[in-house]
């Protein structure tokens, strides 16, 4: 085990130059590589043992060619839920001792590992989700931060913590676990939430039950191998994939359940919510939920700004992963000064925006996740010009195999209209025009949610006030909306986006943590 001077201090993890022919080759390499390898089969992980699910095995396809199985998952039962819940439980006396050098030890060779492979993990993400190179490789890079990042917070927590002194006594303030926690991540980052969540509450103690997205069962039993090689102990993380009904609900509502952190939509979130709220008979303490979940985030470019720049920023924030980021901008905020000048300068982009399969390096748009995500994008479309928006480009099904959809701008989007109210998870994006810097405070605050927004302007005054009014948990001055980095942005959201978990943050493992008093009397008695 390293010692503390041996640690050096937390530093983001490069992204890929992929412009680089050496890495483009071993990139290309990991692609061939991990295609020949599928489907790939996922079984449980229960009490340190591979097993098969009591519900038999479903499959993840490649939703840009949705006759390529990627990987054919174990489909774990409620009976196979509890089994791993009564593990974890039996685990955790036995982890919650370990020291947090112990237990960060795991993360840093997790990390080493995952950096060593970092291309065949990405390259699966590019197969099973359908992120191009780029998103698939900042995928795999946000991980590797989570783990380096958690890993150094938990020496942090682990140490002596500062109390007041007081005559006569001793005091102690120490944090401690919380005990078996589930973990349900999203599928559209597949492996960097999974990660931050699942080695986020590892590292300080507590054990855990993973379900992954049904989407994307195979990266996630790539991270488990990963977790499985570098000698982490059977039962302190025990990994059931399944469905919502059989194995969600019950990690959600077992007693034995600490705590539950999940990512994915605000329904599903409101519903774990109000599930985990209810006491069920023999348990013994509220259940705590940390939830991340959705956005209807916005970019606001005023009068001011640096319109060329702020062009080529809404195009990443709106179509980046397809728009299939909780992060992603949606709501588009324009002063009626520039607002012409911008459309010349971002339609074209729109236009010449490169869509097809991700596994070439040339696509920036690929495929959405699965047809029901498609269909609902559609179902938005439909109500957009029904209510009398503008389509300005895009709107059209890709004639390709895949759910592809071209990426889609509507004009004349009032603040009432379904794509400016409602969460699509796609490359749709809505137009709204504002008269003055107060109005588009006011537009850009209209929504239940609260997680991401983007302010471009150059005045330092309306800065200032962008900065103290603008309602969002992650809030960028002359930059895109979406992209934060694991120590540099902490990330979670207001209002239905979520507990503002803010994950990647210095807060984020206390979630995960109880804190304990102790003062013991010393002198006469």
Known sequence: MRTTSEITPFVNEPFTDFSDEENAQAFQQALQKVEGEFPRVVRLWVDGEDREGGAGTFESRDPGQPDRIVANSAKGSREDAIQAIAGAHKAFGEWSRKTAEERAEFLFRAARTLRLRKHEFSAQMVYEVGKSWAEADGDTAEAIDFLEFYAREALRYGRKQPVVPYPGEEPEFHYVPLGVGAVIPPWNFPLAILVGMTSAALVTGNTVVLKPASDSPGIAGMFVDLMKEVGLPGGVLQFVPGGGTEVGATLVEHPLTRFVNFTGSAAVGAEIYEKAARLQPGQIWLKRVVAEMGGKDFVFVDEDADVAAAAQAVHASAFGFQGQKCSACSRLILHEAIADAFMEQ????????????????????????????????????????????????????????????????????????????????????????????????????????????????????????????????????????????????????????????????????????????????????
Request: charged content about 20%.
């Open 346 to 525: 971002f339609l074209p982009l729109v236009e010449a925006t490169t869509i097809g399969h991700p596994s070439d390096p040339n696509v920036f748009l690929g495929p959405m996740i699965n047809e029901a995500a498609l269909n609902k994008a559609l179902e938005g479309i439909v109500a957009a010009k029904n209510e009398g928006n503008e389509l300005l480009a895009g709107g059209e099904v890709v004639d390709r195999p895949g759910f592809y959809l071209q990426p889609t701008v509507f004009g004349g989007v009032g603040r009432g209209d379904t794509i400016w109210k409602e969460e699509l998870f796609a490359p749709v994006l809505g137009v709204h025009r504002v008269g003055s810097f107060e109005e588009g405070i006011e537009a850009a605050n209209d929504t239940v949610y609260g997680l991401t927004g983007a302010y471009f302007g150059r005045n330092e005054e309306k800065i200032a006030i962008a900065k103290r009014e603008l309602f969002a948990g992650n809030l960028y001055i002359n930059r895109k909306c979406t992209g934060a980095l694991v120590g540099v942005h902490p990330f979670g959201g207001f209002n239905m986006s979520g507990t503002d978990s803010k994950a990647g943050g210095r807060d984020y493992l206390l979630l995960f943590l109880q804190g304990k008093s102790i003062s013991r009397k010393v002198g006469r008695s």
